[in-house]
């Protein structure tokens, strides 16, 4: 069990490398000089001198590889650099709205999980009912459905037509069903499939087969065996799409004018303010390595055959 | 046996309900300039906001352009460029995914672990940070999406040259003396071609819901042109007023999505193919 906590932490280094260099590449890609770009955010008339210090000063004039290094030495102590349009540091901008966007992704991941696990469930072990008809029609429409465009319908029925929640932004517990919902229905869409066609193919497995000539009572088999089981491949992909709800989360902020960190990155992109960019990027990579991680590691936890096996997790 | 050949009639039946209706926007597509019933971007202020009419078919946006044309101009742009992604990413993945499975080795390591890395991240995050770079505009999403779709198609063509290599009925078809050419037809297109096709068509639904996803947040299409997810973006501040403005283009991404995905689904279902 150490062993394989072990190896899966060390998979996790190439990973970051690669993180790291590829938003290191986006820097240096980029027609945008830092120090220009800092000593124009800064209202500072720039003179090759002055230029020549600042870039001195951002160690720019250190060869490639050096850079890289410093850069994710700097990485690993959250220092990201300072923005070119506000000139306070990155780092501090993105803990400021760290917490509107959290609020957000964990009020949709609960309402998701809330949602999907009773209907995939119930939807696979009563195949071809009214309920799994439902749950496909659902799952199938939410993954078709724009969530922009969602959002705006969510707007026109409920606040607009119903006035039941505030059109945007943030504060009580009301502002935040709309945007949940939105940023849910994709994810209820691909978990109540995933739980189904999970729940479906366990169904067809021996042990069921045996505890059911055990006389074991169907409810004990479906609740603690089945459902035990099946929602293995429910949670990887819960930790896979961790990632992508954090994109959702700037769909959904720019849809509700939620003052999240979604909403900065793109304010970022248009104002080619590199380093805030670059401090997306990697912690959404970050996010995604890491939640990779958890996810395996507690699969570990409800499934001991994993570990047994020697990390082969999927 | 029966059912399976009841899900065949099911899927065989939707794939021509599917193809039906794409080919019936395509036309639309090609033909946009001709049946549009107005310039789509020709602003007339005197007429903003008019309800439909015989001259405007589904009303006039803020700036009273006609909506019908609008839409029908946006499907140029949506399924035009999707169709663009589709190529040039195929092609992009014929050309990685045959050197790396005819290679082997460490060159076919290096590239598959880069596609690896690819999918690893979510589609969005390598758009928006692609676009980070290159800035906002319609070319660099198209870019970016190419560069982020390819890796699918490589690891399909690779999978095919490896068998090319190595699978026995291949090479058993080459020692009963059959032509390159008759293998390459009957062996290999038949076993690249469903999950090509499953691919493809998920993809394509994919790359309209991208663009439109862009330009919706400002970083794809500018105005004035004429695009689905723009056309939501502008309609957003008319919802309580004129609330088919961000209605009807919203609709047509949700039935060209819905179709490619309804495709992609029962060309798997008929085909046999797993999808990712």
């Known amino acids: 069990m150490g062993t394989y906590i072990l190896k899966r932490i060390m998979a996790i280094i190439p990973i970051f490398l690669l993180a790291t260099l590829l938003t290191f590449g986006m820097i240096h890609l980029s027609p945008v000089d830092p120090a220009e770009a800092y000593l124009s955010a800064a209202h500072i008339q720039s003179t090759d001198e002055i230029l020549a210090q600042k870039r001195h000063e951002f160690g720019l004039d250190q060869p490639l590889h050096v850079q890289y290094v410093n850069s994710i030495i700097k990485i690993c102590q959250f220092d990201f650099g300072i923005s070119y349009l506000s000139n306070k540091p990155v780092w501090e901008e993105v803990t400021y709205r760290m917490p509107a966007t959290i609020q957000l992704a964990l009020g949709s991941i609960i309402l998701a999980i809330l949602v999907s696990v009773p209907l995939g469930f119930l939807a696979g072990i009563k195949k071809n009912s009214g309920i799994d008809h439902f749950s496909r029609l659902l799952s199938f429409f939410g993954a078709s459905i724009p969530s922009f465009w969602l959002g705006y319908l969510l707007i026109f029925f409920f606040s607009v037509k119903l006035d039941l929640f505030p059109v945007e932004g943030i504060g009580t517990w009301q502002h935040l069903v709309l945007p949940s919902v939105t940023l849910a229905l994709p994810l209820i869409a691909l978990y109540t499939r995933l739980l189904r066609a999970s729940v479906l193919e366990n169904l067809q497995e021996p042990y069921v087969l045996f505890a059911r000539t055990r006389g074991i009572h169907e409810k004990v088999i479906m609740g603690k065996h089945v459902l035990r089981i099946a929602i293995s491949p429910m949670i990887t992909g819960l930790g896979m799409n961790l990632g992508k709800l954090l994109t959702g989360t700037i769909i959904v902020e720019a849809v509700f004018s939620w003052p999240g960190f979604g909403r900065y990155f793109i304010e970022a992109i248009f104002n080619r303010d590199v380093p805030v960019i670059q401090c997306y990027v990697l912690l959404a990579a970050g996010l995604f390595i890491f939640s990779n991680l958890i996810v395996d590691l507690i699969q570990m936890c409800i499934d001991p055959r994993i570990s047994r096996k020697g990390g082969q997790s999927q | ?276």
């Open chain 2, 1 to 276: 046996m029966i059912t399976s050949l009841r899900i065949m009639m099911r899927s065989q039946k939707v794939i021509v309900l599917c193809s039906i209706i794409l080919s019936f926007l395509f036309i639309i597509t090609i033909l946009a300039p001709w049946i549009a019933p107005n310039d789509p971007i020709a602003v007339n202020l005197a007429n903003k906001l008019q309800p439909s009419s015989f001259e405007y078919p589904l009303g006039t946006d803020h700036l009273g352009r006609c909506t019908l044309s609008r839409i029908l101009y946006g499907a140029r742009i949506s399924l035009g460029f999707a169709t663009l992604i589709f190529i040039s990413s195929l092609g992009i993945g014929l050309i990685v995914g045959t050197i790396a499975g005819y290679k082997g080795g460490w060159v076919d390591q290096v590239l598959m672990r880069l596609c690896d890395g690819v999918m690893a991240f979510p589609n969005l995050l390598l758009i928006l940070g692609l676009v980070g770079i290159l800035g906002p505009g319609l070319k660099q999403v198209i870019i970016a999406l190419m560069l982020v779709q390819w890796v699918y198609y490589a690891r399909i063509f690779r999978g095919m040259v490896l068998s090319l290599k190595e699978q026995n009925y291949i090479a058993a078809a080459k020692i009963s003396g059959s032509s390159q050419w008759k293998i390459i037809k009957k062996h290999i297109i038949p076993n690249v071609l469903p999950p090509l096709a499953v691919m493809g068509t998920l993809e394509m639904g994919w790359a309209i819901m991208d663009i439109s996803a862009m330009s919706f947040l400002g970083l794809g299409v500018q105005p004035p042109t004429p695009e689905w997810g723009a056309m939501i973006h502008e309609g957003k501040s008319y919802i309580r007023t004129n609330p088919e403005l961000m209605l009807y283009p919203g609709l047509m991404i949700m039935l060209v999505v819905v179709t490619f995905n309804l495709l992609g689904e029962a060309l798997s279902e008929r085909f046999g193919v797993k999808r990712r």
